[in-house]
């Protein structure tokens, strides 16, 4: 069973930095892409960064690129999101998922959820002063 947990997630202020992490359980971690979703009250889930199993590339989507930086861990079994400069857009609940098909990052250039990607339950962030 494929099990992913976040934490890390909490209340920050505008300009700040935050890291959430996620474990991961249940499968051969470096067999498979691992990144990191956001979905804020009324809006759609978006792919924010993700990192693919055996050549490191990553992705970014162009709202957070510059200011997040995603990395594994294959020692720990754990996904990284260091986030800094946070802003109130930044607001939602942030998801750990894993995808054997790399997200389709080499095919549209960003991070896309398939049909076969493992999600974990969320992390809140909160940005505000």
């Known amino acids: 069973e494929v099990q992913l947990v976040e934490s890390g997630g909490g209340l920050v202020q505008p300009g700040g930095s935050l890291r959430l992490s996620c474990a991961a359980s249940?499968?051969?971690?470096?067999?498979?892409?691992i990144g990191w979703f956001r979905q804020a009250p009324g809006k759609k889930r978006e792919g924010l960064s993700c990192?693919?199993?055996?050549?490191?590339?990553?992705y970014y989507t162009d709202s957070v690129r510059g200011r997040f930086t995603i990395s594994r861990d294959s020692t720990k079994n754990t996904l990284y999101l260091v986030m800094n400069n946070l802003k109130l857009e930044d607001t939602a609940v942030y998801y750990c998922?894993?995808?054997?098909?790399?997200?389709?990052?080499?095919?549209?250039?960003?991070?896309?959820?398939?049909?076969?990607?493992?999600w974990g339950q969320g992390t809140q962030v909160t940005v505000s002063s």
């Open positions: 990192i693919s199993d055996s050549d490191r590339i990553a």
């Open positions: 998922a894993a995808d054997p098909w790399r997200f389709n990052m080499d095919l549209s250039g960003i991070c896309e959820s398939t049909k076969d990607t493992n």
């Open positions: 249940g499968f051969t971690f470096d067999e498979y892409s």
